[in-house]
């Protein structure tokens, strides 16, 4: 292999945006390098929701931003992302209306199409569910799920044609420092690749890479678990709807449910190579018991099966899309679980801060995801906290 | 009359097998999941089962295990049974199989016993014979349909030559393929309703039987992983690229230098 | 002294050979047969390494009782048994071992004189680990004979004896009261097979194609269990734990997402191709080459390049 201008470690939709993003600005010797395949670790486990209801503004305004290319992906990217603009509800409980009606507001204020709606509305969105125990609802017309596997292939198709080369089956055994600044990565098989700059976007796998340098990143795996129920009756086209009063989202996917728990059941595992790849009893029965309160009108729906992901968690639940102490080194990771709605702008950024040291993303500060933070005591938390619900948010 | 299931909890097929330092699985170490082909032997028992009877689904494992017998009243059984015991750890088929046989002998009016016809993961397939012998009863083995007539049970069973068709006098044990049927995942209301069914746990006291004597003389001494296989060459098809792959590659074993 | 039990129902006389090759690298063996053999048979058997032929009138498809209680009388107190690792191999051998109070071993690809009597070696986990066991001599071991490795034999003579033993099955063994025999496919056999062309879910029940494409290149045909579920191919074609166990060359599964079950009956197979059209399709992780594309198409265009490359036929 050549010596690149920019080595990116992990084929993930974070790597593969940002490589997309660096060769659309005109860098295109790029090399992203995978142990494993594109798009094989959180990306293609991922539920793939699209909105932009976040509580941090600067994460809203990535999400507005990444929302462009979802919906024009094929123009953009020249390939299909799956995208399925079926719109995003979100309910919210008495307890916590203030922060909600304070949120959407900040949210239209960032120019989110979004606004509070009424529970006939809200009905004719979801015929199916029970929503007496809500306050008020908030619906995103342009919001939808996408497919993580998808996107980062679509992403890393539109790269390589802009010049960028992908190379999977390749781990990255370290990053070579010399005098402060990198200077390339060393592979497993104990070949070299010299580089001036290396951006690390490898989730919680990031963090053993980048210990040996003094570098340690404030992630941990957290496992997520997702049960997917056939409801045995045709719903017709509906909402992603996150319910945060029973603290559960769903969504379909063809013609099954994806439900997953947003009550804060996520749990640190210790290695993010080891989790079961299936729902726990335990989780499936919560799932059972909230989908049967929120759907009545479902008859009798049924597990279809389970699946389960590992997400890159933070301190304060946001992401790390930085420079490091060490010249020419990146960090994109701990994403928290909110990686795939963000990555299309997770890219440009990282590209503004690798070419510019700025960003031009509107909106969003280019130091606001800086990995320094954690050291200040200044942590990334939301303006408009919930109550009882998942950092997720 | 009572159906006895057998049922085990297994590491889930997907998650990489741990072996642990006494080279044994270590069960503790996942998420299990039912066997997978013990859930058709679940379906065939609840479709058995007769008027005023019941089915009762048996396990015999670390605590984990309980997770079977859970998932086997979400199927629709009607009790459970957990034997669990610390000096069952690495129990090997004969062992199993005294236990599940004592364990039949507990409930005490059963006149049949299905099995899946092996676990995912042992995957001998000999407990239900050996299940059948310790009870002094029939075994029909390997059935793709099984029914109940009177005193017997007729199974269809297919081997390589022919479909046969098997009868065997009840008391009797039976193991399934998955050509038995097609069992469906458990609704919402069975897996809210599981949770109010009895399960009994027992010890090996409890049944009767005294601490097994570790198999005679056997003994593995290595266990070592596969090389795993290096990750997959994939072409997307298009314009014959997918053709091309897959004759380059049976050409390159002189695998397609035939009828010449 | 090795045992070894032939004849049974679900292996065939090549893999009856092969175990009595496992057996004669172990002791001297005396094989068990379900009749008495003719000469070619002696023959064959002696050239495998068998030095003495065992036979009662047993039934293949009749209950397993009888074979256990033959194979009891004719073991001695140090001898160890070898039987094939099938259905009805497996069940010989563990009622046997039940009946004498011998350690099992199931599913052993090799055996050899070792540690305190026995070393044999086996998979585990659909081939994910390779263990090896020890057991005293006098122990019941059985074997696969897909893909595994034999040595050379030794011929002998044998001598052929006939058991004179009664060998009326128990009243509660199940009786076959029925037998409908299936028509013997076209094409070489499965487990034999350079190359096997399985077709699953994602052919829609059109295994035209594959058929096609494996007469041309001389394969056998296989199916996934759904595919057998279906209808859309007989139960003696369905490759995996609950079916046959294949060790070609080539496996090519078309259609098949690669359940562990399927996954279980097609480990031993040298490479493995697959064509689906759903990239996270499991079987992805378990093969070498990987097609994301539809099967008929990607069938059709092999069908019609090795047409164009053959010679006309007349």
Same mark, same amino acid.
């Given at each position: 292999?050549?010596?690149?201008?920019?080595?990116?470690?992990?084929?993930?939709?974070?790597?593969?945006?940002?490589?997309?993003?660096?060769?659309?600005?005109?860098?295109?010797?790029?090399?992203?390098?995978?142990?494993?395949?594109?798009?094989?670790?959180?990306?293609?486990?991922?539920?793939?929701?699209?909105?932009?209801?976040?509580?941090?503004?600067?994460?809203?305004?990535?999400?507005?931003?990444?929302?462009?290319?979802?919906?024009?992906?094929?123009?953009?990217?020249?390939?299909?992302?799956?995208?399925?603009?079926?719109?995003?509800?979100?309910?919210?409980?008495?307890?916590?209306?203030?922060?909600?009606?304070?949120?959407?507001?900040?949210?239209?204020?960032?120019?989110?199409?979004?606004?509070?709606?009424?529970?006939?509305?809200?009905?004719?969105?979801?015929?199916?569910?029970?929503?007496?125990?809500?306050?008020?609802?908030?619906?995103?017309?342009?919001?939808?799920?996408?497919?993580?596997?998808?996107?980062?292939?679509?992403?890393?198709?539109?790269?390589?044609?802009?010049?960028?080369?992908?190379?999977?089956?390749?781990?990255?055994?370290?990053?070579?420092?010399?005098?402060?600044?990198?200077?390339?990565?060393?592979?497993?098989?104990?070949?070299?690749?010299?580089?001036?700059?290396?951006?690390?976007?490898?989730?919680?796998?990031?963090?053993?890479?980048?210990?040996?340098?003094?570098?340690?990143?404030?992630?941990?795996?957290?496992?997520?678990?997702?049960?997917?129920?056939?409801?045995?009756?045709?719903?017709?086209?509906?909402?992603?709807?996150?319910?945060?009063?029973?603290?559960?989202?769903?969504?379909?996917?063809?013609?099954?449910?994806?439900?997953?728990?947003?009550?804060?059941?996520?749990?640190?595992?210790?290695?993010?190579?080891?989790?079961?790849?299936?729902?726990?009893?335990?989780?499936?029965?919560?799932?059972?018991?909230?989908?049967?309160?929120?759907?009545?009108?479902?008859?009798?729906?049924?597990?279809?099966?389970?699946?389960?992901?590992?997400?890159?968690?933070?301190?304060?639940?946001?992401?790390?899309?930085?420079?490091?102490?060490?010249?020419?080194?990146?960090?994109?990771?701990?994403?928290?679980?909110?990686?795939?709605?963000?990555?299309?702008?997770?890219?440009?950024?990282?590209?503004?801060?690798?070419?510019?040291?700025?960003?031009?993303?509107?909106?969003?500060?280019?130091?606001?995801?800086?990995?320094?933070?954690?050291?200040?005591?200044?942590?990334?938390?939301?303006?408009?906290?919930?109550?009882?619900?998942?950092?997720?948010? | 009359?009572?159906?006895?299931?057998?049922?085990?909890?297994?590491?889930?097929?997907?998650?990489?097998?741990?072996?642990?330092?006494?080279?044994?699985?270590?069960?503790?170490?996942?998420?299990?999941?039912?066997?997978?082909?013990?859930?058709?032997?679940?379906?065939?028992?609840?479709?058995?089962?007769?008027?005023?009877?019941?089915?009762?689904?048996?396990?015999?494992?670390?605590?984990?295990?309980?997770?079977?017998?859970?998932?086997?009243?979400?199927?629709?059984?009607?009790?459970?049974?957990?034997?669990?015991?610390?000096?069952?750890?690495?129990?090997?088929?004969?062992?199993?199989?005294?236990?599940?046989?004592?364990?039949?002998?507990?409930?005490?009016?059963?006149?049949?016993?299905?099995?899946?016809?092996?676990?995912?993961?042992?995957?001998?397939?000999?407990?239900?014979?050996?299940?059948?012998?310790?009870?002094?009863?029939?075994?029909?083995?390997?059935?793709?349909?099984?029914?109940?007539?009177?005193?017997?049970?007729?199974?269809?069973?297919?081997?390589?030559?022919?479909?046969?068709?098997?009868?065997?006098?009840?008391?009797?044990?039976?193991?399934?393929?998955?050509?038995?049927?097609?069992?469906?995942?458990?609704?919402?209301?069975?897996?809210?309703?599981?949770?109010?069914?009895?399960?009994?746990?027992?010890?090996?006291?409890?049944?009767?039987?005294?601490?097994?004597?570790?198999?005679?003389?056997?003994?593995?001494?290595?266990?070592?992983?596969?090389?795993?296989?290096?990750?997959?060459?994939?072409?997307?098809?298009?314009?014959?690229?997918?053709?091309?792959?897959?004759?380059?590659?049976?050409?390159?074993?002189?695998?397609?230098?035939?009828?010449? | 002294?090795?045992?070894?039990?032939?004849?049974?129902?679900?292996?065939?006389?090549?893999?009856?050979?092969?175990?009595?090759?496992?057996?004669?690298?172990?002791?001297?063996?005396?094989?068990?047969?379900?009749?008495?053999?003719?000469?070619?048979?002696?023959?064959?058997?002696?050239?495998?390494?068998?030095?003495?032929?065992?036979? +009662?009138? *047993? %039934? @293949?498809?009749?209950?397993? &009782?009888?074979? /256990? =209680? $033959?194979?009891? !009388? #004719?073991?001695?107190?140090?001898? +160890?048994? *070898? %039987? @094939?690792?099938?259905?009805? &191999?497996?069940? /010989? =051998? $563990?009622?046997? !071992? #039940?009946?004498?109070?011998?350690?099992?071993?199931?599913?052993?690809?090799?055996?050899?004189?070792?540690?305190?009597?026995?070393?044999?070696?086996?998979?585990?986990?659909?081939?994910?680990?390779?263990?090896?066991?020890?057991?005293?001599?006098?122990?019941?071991?059985?074997?696969?004979?897909?893909?595994?490795?034999?040595?050379?034999?030794?011929?002998?003579?044998?001598?052929?004896?006939?058991?004179?033993?009664?060998?009326?099955?128990?009243?509660?063994?199940?009786?076959?009261?029925?037998?409908?025999?299936?028509?013997?496919?076209?094409?070489?056999?499965?487990?034999?097979?350079?190359?096997?062309?399985?077709?699953?879910?994602?052919?829609?029940?059109?295994?035209?194609?594959?058929?096609?494409?494996?007469?041309?290149?001389?394969?056998?045909?296989?199916?996934?269990?759904?595919?057998?579920?279906?209808?859309?191919?007989?139960?003696?074609?369905?490759?995996?734990?609950?079916?046959?166990?294949?060790?070609?060359?080539?496996?090519?599964?078309?259609?098949?997402?690669?359940?562990?079950?399927?996954?279980?009956?097609?480990?031993?197979?040298?490479?493995?191709?697959?064509?689906?059209?759903?990239?996270?399709?499991?079987?992805?992780?378990?093969?070498?080459?990987?097609?994301?594309?539809?099967?008929?198409?990607?069938?059709?265009?092999?069908?019609?390049?090795?047409?164009?490359?053959?010679?006309?036929?007349?």
């Amino acid at each position: 292999m050549s010596s690149p201008d920019v080595v990116i470690v992990g084929a993930g939709v974070e790597g593969t945006s940002i490589a997309y993003a660096l060769a659309s600005r005109g860098t295109a010797d790029v090399t992203v390098l995978d142990r494993d395949a594109i798009g094989s670790g959180g990306t293609g486990r991922s539920a793939g929701i699209v909105r932009c209801h976040y509580g941090v503004p600067e994460v809203a305004a990535l999400a507005r931003e990444s929302l462009e290319v979802f919906q024009h992906a094929e123009e953009i990217l020249g390939a299909s992302v799956d995208f399925e603009q079926v719109g995003y509800l979100v309910g919210i409980g008495e307890d916590n209306l203030a922060p909600f009606r304070a949120s959407v507001a900040a949210q239209q204020t960032l120019g989110i199409d979004t606004g509070e709606i009424g529970h006939a509305e809200a009905a004719a969105l979801w015929p199916v569910a029970h929503l007496d125990d809500f306050a008020s609802f908030a619906y995103e017309p342009r919001g939808g799920y996408a497919d993580g596997y998808a996107t980062a292939h679509a992403f890393a198709g539109a790269a390589r044609r802009l010049g960028a080369s992908i190379t999977q089956g390749t781990a990255v055994a370290s990053v070579e420092v010399s005098g402060g600044r990198v200077t390339g990565v060393t592979l497993a098989d104990g070949t070299t690749l010299a580089t001036p700059t290396v951006v690390v976007a490898a989730s919680a796998w990031s963090v053993p890479l980048l210990a040996p340098l003094g570098i340690d990143l404030p992630i941990t795996p957290y496992l997520v678990q997702e049960v997917l129920i056939d409801p045995g009756q045709d719903l017709g086209a509906r909402p992603v709807f996150s319910d945060m009063v029973s603290k559960q989202y769903v969504h379909q996917r063809g013609h099954e449910l994806l439900f997953g728990d947003s009550g804060g059941f996520e749990r640190p595992i210790p290695d993010p190579d080891r989790f079961p790849s299936h729902a726990e009893d335990a989780a499936i029965e919560r799932c059972a018991e909230k989908a049967m309160h929120r759907f009545p009108g479902i008859e009798d729906p049924s597990v279809k099966t389970t699946s389960t992901g590992m997400i890159d968690v933070t301190p304060d639940w946001n992401p790390i899309i930085s420079a490091t102490p060490i010249n020419g080194l990146y960090v994109a990771a701990g994403f928290s679980g909110h990686g795939f709605k963000i990555a299309p702008a997770v890219g440009r950024l990282m590209a503004d801060l690798i070419l510019d040291g700025t960003s031009s993303v509107p909106d969003v500060p280019a130091e606001t995801f800086r990995f320094s933070r954690y050291e200040e005591g200044s942590p990334l938390l939301s303006k408009y906290p919930y109550v009882g619900a998942s950092k997720i948010r | 009359m009572t159906i006895v299931v057998c049922v085990k909890h297994v590491p889930d097929p997907a998650d990489p097998v741990v072996l642990a330092a006494d080279l044994r699985v270590d069960r503790e170490a996942g998420a299990g999941t039912l066997s997978g082909l013990d859930e058709y032997a679940v379906d065939q028992a609840v479709r058995l089962r007769r008027a005023r009877e019941r089915v009762v689904a048996v396990t015999m494992g670390p605590r984990g295990a309980r997770a079977a017998v859970t998932r086997a009243l979400q199927m629709g059984a009607d009790e459970g049974i957990v034997v669990s015991d610390e000096a069952l750890a690495g129990a090997d088929v004969l062992t199993t199989a005294a236990v599940l046989a004592a364990a039949v002998r507990s409930v005490g009016d059963a006149d049949l016993v299905v099995c899946g016809m092996s676990s995912t993961d042992g995957g001998s397939g000999v407990v239900p014979v050996l299940v059948a012998d310790l009870l002094g009863w029939a075994c029909a083995g390997h059935a793709a349909a099984v029914e109940l007539d009177g005193g017997r049970v007729t199974i269809q069973r297919d081997d390589p030559d022919a479909r046969r068709t098997l009868v065997a006098p009840l008391p009797a044990v039976v193991s399934v393929t998955d050509l038995s049927g097609e069992p469906t995942y458990p609704s919402f209301k069975a897996i809210l309703a599981a949770r109010r069914r009895p399960v009994r746990e027992v010890g090996l006291s409890e049944l009767g039987l005294g601490t097994p004597s570790t198999a005679p003389g056997t003994r593995t001494v290595s266990a070592v992983e596969a090389d795993p296989r290096p990750p997959a060459r994939i072409v997307t098809d298009s314009d014959g690229s997918g053709a091309a792959a897959l004759l380059e590659l049976l050409a390159g074993r002189s695998l397609l230098e035939v009828d010449r | 002294m090795i045992a070894v039990l032939l004849d049974q129902l679900d292996s065939t006389a090549e893999a009856d050979l092969i175990l009595v090759r496992l057996a004669a690298a172990v002791d001297e063996v005396t094989c068990l047969l379900g009749s008495a053999p003719d000469r070619d048979r002696v023959a064959a058997l002696g050239a495998a390494g068998a030095s003495h032929l065992a036979w +009662a009138d *047993l %039934a @293949p498809d009749g209950p397993s &009782g009888p074979w /256990v =209680a $033959a194979l009891a !009388a #004719l073991v001695g107190p140090d001898d +160890a048994v *070898l %039987a @094939p690792s099938t259905r009805a &191999g497996n069940e /010989v =051998a $563990a009622r046997l !071992a #039940l009946r004498l109070g011998r350690p099992l071993s199931v599913g052993a690809d090799s055996i050899a004189v070792g540690g305190p009597g026995l070393v044999v070696t086996s998979t585990a986990f659909t081939a994910t680990w390779h263990l090896t066991t020890e057991l005293p001599k006098a122990s019941v071991v059985t074997a696969v004979s897909a893909g595994v490795q034999v040595p050379p034999p030794t011929p002998r003579t044998p001598g052929v004896r006939r058991l004179e033993l009664d060998l009326t099955p128990a009243p509660h063994e199940p009786v076959v009261v029925a037998a409908a025999p299936k028509a013997a496919g076209a094409g070489p056999r499965l487990t034999e097979a350079a190359v096997v062309v399985s077709g699953g879910r994602g052919t829609d029940g059109d295994f035209s194609l594959i058929e096609e494409f494996a007469g041309l290149i001389g394969a056998a045909v296989g199916s996934s269990r759904v595919a057998v579920d279906q209808g859309w191919a007989s139960p003696e074609r369905q490759v995996g734990q609950t079916g046959v166990s294949v060790a070609p060359e080539v496996y090519i599964a078309a259609g098949i997402s690669g359940a562990v079950q399927h996954l279980a009956g097609m480990v031993a197979a040298k490479q493995v191709v697959a064509i689906n059209t759903d990239p996270d399709a499991p079987i992805f992780r378990a093969c070498d080459l990987g097609i994301v594309g539809d099967l008929h198409t990607v069938l059709a265009d092999a069908v019609a390049a090795v047409r164009k490359a053959q010679p006309v036929h007349c």
